[in-house]
């Protein structure tokens, strides 16, 4: 009896651990949990008293309050969770004041989607809050032929978003810091998965090098914009508070989390010679294997972070580390050759940094986090320019919803409000964006119509479409940040359920909501295909030379460190190497996005990649130098005066690509490479030529980026 309780017990404790692990430490489970929760605390009591328009109604406004949450302090959640209110309330309001006057509709919707939209460009809360307005004002009229009172949607819609953001509120001040703790955790997960992939490397040939490469590159997007948002998130805190000591935890990783980024994204030489001396293949394997290791580490420390929990150090990690530096002396002893003692030390400061986390953490300088000091006004008069991509991206938004309601009235097409629906979430800043969200938009709705028409079969009673409407919203927010495609099946599914209960026609509304469904989505690749079609290949320049401005800055810093190190938290020199990875993602961005662009405007693809690939080893190469700032006495006077000359060059390079000038020179880089070929001839393998090699690569590489920008213009 006493053995079949303690298996209860434990049957339970595993049954409560799994629970926690799904939802605790996955956060999109967690939201969508949150969503589906309030959702059927609204709408299960009005189905229940047969008031289903009610309940489904008051359900939308808190799918729409869900999908405008930000990531802000408590304080900062109130203020946006009474502006989102307000903006809902506003927004529905003004549809149904003029959704009986076509003209004076039209004139509105173009105004207010122009002014939500500039507005949501003021910083991430308001495009959150901006979003849900549009999609309330569209919620709006797709309910207005069946509300039982003009008034009605205008009091349901914020009601339910109210009641969404109460429930949020409350789950937020019973555990403050789990914002940051999340965007942390994220983090600290994509920096595992760079690293994972970094280990492909170690060793490696040119082939696989290509498709890892490339792997990183998109990596790297994520694992920036993960610091992005943790920056913003901190700051949002450090308003709110009046102790920002409190913070300083937080603050010691989100700079733990930057300073390991740099050692990853470093590259000292080119791994594909090092791979090709046998000699090496050994060391190279046990590299990767580190890396793997380190990878694992940050992928607890993401864990411990969502699950309150201890961070333990992997014990294999100083184990692997001892075996390649005992490997390393023995090639040394017999070989007198060296060529990766740098690259361990870089890999094994990742590993005592993660090691000394949790120490000294209370003690020395508070970390400061750069901040836009710029008022809201000015960031919106910014906006104001023909030339400015969320300007634009308002106009042609404003068009696609003002063509799309022009179709409606000419050919009189029901429900034909799905048509600005779908035109809201396809039509994206650029012509990439917007055609995959097209293609994801049309598979989605058809497959979620093909599923959703199955399962109502199956599930007739107004129970099994409550049922069916809940869980189709849990897995659409479980899915949205991860798989746009999966998640538009959820939510039409989630849609056939909703009109299923307020009027027994969710299955006939869906051929027709296919139509409008493609309507929308060409509407929306058409209008950005005409509408200052910001090609690729045209950003190109301005693209590449902001890099290489960047990279520049970043070299300066880095050489000013090396110099006479800072004794403060190194706020300018973490700017200038954040700036310099946005700058390369911009352009790793742009090359991917051309992919995806008419053929006819896919000029300069194949030199398009050659100038990401070698900016972005052009930033690893300065990730290396970065990373070994703090070695004392890195640098003696003779390599401190060619690094200073490579830098002027670099400089020089950056200019002329500012100016548009074809004449990019690197002749001087010539002479340098030349200089430090001939060194490298007369040193022996070892620390020190692994330094000259590095500057070599730094030159090779700016030399080279000069070479290919000169040719743009020809092309």
């Not at 939201?31 to 309940?55: C, E, R, S």
């Not at 009235?409 to 048509?419: H, S």
């Amino acid at each position: 009896m006493q053995n079949k309780l303690r298996v209860t017990q434990f049957q339970g404790k595993q049954w409560y651990e799994f629970w926690i692990q799904n939802l605790w430490r996955y956060p999109n489970r967690l939201l969508a949990l949150k969503a589906a929760m309030a959702m059927g605390a609204l709408l299960i009591p009005f189905v229940i008293f047969n008031m289903a328009f009610i309940g489904v109604t008051l359900a939308l406004g808190a799918l729409a309050g869900a999908l405008s949450e930000t990531d802000d302090h408590p304080k900062g959640r109130v203020k946006a969770l009474l502006l989102t209110i307000l903006s809902f309330v506003i927004s529905s309001a003004s549809v149904e004041i003029l959704l009986p006057y076509p003209t004076l509709f039209g004139i509105g919707l173009v105004g207010s989607t122009i002014t939500f939209i500039l507005v949501g460009g003021l910083g991430e809360r308001y495009r959150g809050i901006t979003f849900g307005a549009l999609l309330v004002a569209i919620y709006t009229m797709l309910g207005a032929e069946i509300t039982p009172n003009w008034y009605a949607q205008i009091i349901l819609l914020p009601t339910g978003a109210l009641c969404y953001g109460l429930l949020s509120l409350i789950l937020l001040y019973l555990h403050p810091a789990r914002l940051l703790e999340e965007q942390l955790a994220d983090g600290f997960e994509n920096l595992s998965l760079y690293l994972k992939e970094k280990s492909k490397l170690f060793p490696s040939d040119k082939s696989i090098q290509k498709k890892t490469r490339q792997g990183l590159a998109s990596l790297n997007v994520k694992v920036v914009n993960s610091i992005g948002r943790c920056k913003n998130v901190l700051n949002s805190y450090g308003d709110a508070m009046n102790d920002e000591n409190q913070l300083r935890p937080y603050l010691h990783k989100f700079i733990l989390l930057q300073s390991l980024h740099e050692r990853a994204a470093s590259s000292h030489e080119r791994y594909d010679l090092l791979s090709a001396d046998a000699d090496n293949r050994e060391v190279l394997e046990g590299l990767g294997q580190l890396m793997l290791q380190l990878s694992l580490a940050a992928h607890e420390v993401s864990k411990s972070l969502l699950m309150g929990t201890e961070y333990h150090h992997p014990i294999s990690l100083k184990w692997t580390i001892n075996a390649i530096q005992a490997q390393l002396k023995v090639i040394k002893k017999n070989e007198n050759k060296n060529d990766l003692g740098l690259l361990l030390q870089n890999l094994n400061q990742s590993h005592l940094s993660l090691q000394n986390m949790n120490f000294n953490v209370d003690s020395g300088l508070l970390p400061r986090v750069d901040k836009d000091s710029s008022s809201l006004w000015k960031r919106f008069t910014n906006q104001l320019n023909w030339n400015h991509p969320k300007f634009k991206y308002a106009i042609r938004l404003s068009t696609c919803f003002l063509i799309g309601y022009l179709l409606m009235l000419a050919f009189d097409i029901e429900k034909g409000y799905w048509i600005l629906l779908t035109s809201l979430f396809v039509c994206q800043p650029s012509y990439s964006e917007t055609r995959q969200r097209l293609f994801q938009r049309i598979l989605g709705t058809i497959t979620g119509v093909v599923l959703g028409v199955s399962i109502v079969q199956i599930l007739p009673t107004v129970g099994g479409q409550v049922v069916l409407l809940l869980i189709a919203a849990y897995f659409f927010f479980a899915w949205l940040k991860n798989n746009y495609a999966v998640s538009v099946i959820f939510v039409t599914i989630f849609v056939i359920a909703a009109f299923n209960l307020i009027a027994d026609k969710g299955v006939v509304v869906m051929i027709p909501r296919i139509i409008d469904t493609v309507i929308g989505a060409l509407l929306a690749i058409i209008v950005v295909r005409f509408m200052w079609p910001d090609w690729q290949y045209k950003q190109l320049p301005n693209l590449l030379a902001s890099a290489v401005e960047k990279n520049h800055t970043y070299f300066n810093q880095i050489l000013l460190e090396h110099k006479a190190p800072s004794e403060d938290d190194l706020l300018t020199y973490r700017i200038s190497r954040y700036q310099a990875h946005q700058a390369d993602n911009a352009l790793s961005m742009a090359w991917r996005g051309m992919k995806l662009e008419p053929k006819r405007q896919q000029k300069m693809q194949k030199r398009a990649f050659s100038i990401t690939y070698l900016n972005h080893a052009l930033l690893s190469y300065l990730s290396a130098l970065g990373a070994h700032r703090n070695i004392p006495d890195y640098m003696n006077e003779e390599l401190q005066l060619m690094y200073q000359e490579v830098e002027k060059e670099l400089l020089v390079v950056a200019e002329s690509l500012r100016r548009n000038d074809s004449n990019c020179p690197y002749e001087d880089l010539e002479t340098v490479l030349e200089k430090l070929g001939n060194t490298l001839e007369n040193t022996e393998r070892g620390t020190h030529r692994q330094k000259l090699v590095l500057l070599y690569n730094i030159a090779e590489v700016t030399q080279q980026l000069a070479q290919k920008a000169s040719q743009i213009e020809v092309e």
